[in-house]
């Protein structure tokens, strides 16, 4: 099509269509009506509503295969961006996606699927048989960190993950930072922010002043226990009125583990060692949930990254803990100063490094 006949938009607005009910992007200067698809995303609505008008090429780059570019089509609305540019830092990103795919580093490798599904099944049956035809306590003990350990291979990919992706590091709608009123690792979570994942006010009041106040002392302790969090967000999610796809299949999945777990445990010869067990399960998977409260930490810097100035932090398992600490304290401290009211609160006192970025 001759550019002269095109049709254009601007980025501002581009901008105006952000809302649920009028959802446009632009992909390559393409501007496209997303509004109906949102409703039926394999990834859910969240990240198209953050991302929600606003140049997305990386990003769909980043989360779609090259099959989907032609699905586009049907919601094209006519309209190029008129001040689409691609920055350096995108089109040295797009140069570095291309070399990876070509190299085929994110095709499929043989059968490692099979090879991790073998090793799930070879801790599952090492920790029966462990439950199952030995009265010692001690290898009921270790059958339950096998058990963990399984847990850990059999990682499930939660709902969550696709907007904590597309929207990493993000107070009202990444769902992996809104813990309250528990953790809080930003003073901005001290006004009560509104999640735009769970669709409620993430209220700040005198139990999670409480709470947060010693959270420093009290990351390690929740994270034994953090599973039960994750069972917890299973159930309000598969009985929500949220799209999930093949809810009936998730729904039959959870009915299948609280079968055979609770039977599991019965088959212990007392209540101390069921809860022991559960504990020794529990405390091996911590590994897990420490690891990814890490990652939003962790931060050698990637030659593209140093090209481009961008923040990108490596740190070891001991410095990555010691600095998620250190934020912790700091916001701590800052919810403990009684003498402000709850909407006194300075949001920019304690900001995220890399969220000035």
Known sequence: MDDNKKNYITSDELKKHNKPDDLWLSIQGKVYNVTDWAKIHPGGDIPLLNLAGQ???????????????KHLDKYFTGYHLEDFQVSEVSRDYRNLA????????????GHGVIYSLCFVFLLFSACIYGVLCSDSFCIHMLSGCLLGFAWIQHRVVEMDDNAHHAACNSLDFD???QHLPVFAVSSNLFQSLTSQFYKRQLTFDSLARFFVSYQHFTFYPVMVVARVNLYLQ????????????DRALNILGILVFWTWFPLLLSCLPNWNERVLFILASFCVTSIQHIQFCLNHFAANVYELCKKHNLPYRSLSFF?????????????????????????????????????KN
Not at 234 to 245: A, E, Q
Request: zero cysteines; aromatic letters at 18%.
């Open 55 to 69: 140049d997305v090429t990386d990003a769909f780059i980043a989360f779609h295969p090259g099959t989907a570019w």
């Open 98 to 109: 291309t070399q990876f795919a070509k190299s085929g580093l994110f095709e499929k490798k």
């Open 175 to 177: 769902p992996d930072l």
């Open 234 to 245: 299973t159930f309000l999610l598969l009985f929500s009125n949220r799209k999930v796809p």
């Open 319 to 355: 410095e990555a803990n010691k600095w998620t600490l250190n934020t912790l304290r700091s916001a701590a401290l800052e919810a403990r100063d009684f003498s402000r009211p709850f909407e006194e609160f300075d949001l920019g006192s304690f900001q995220y490094s890399w969220m």
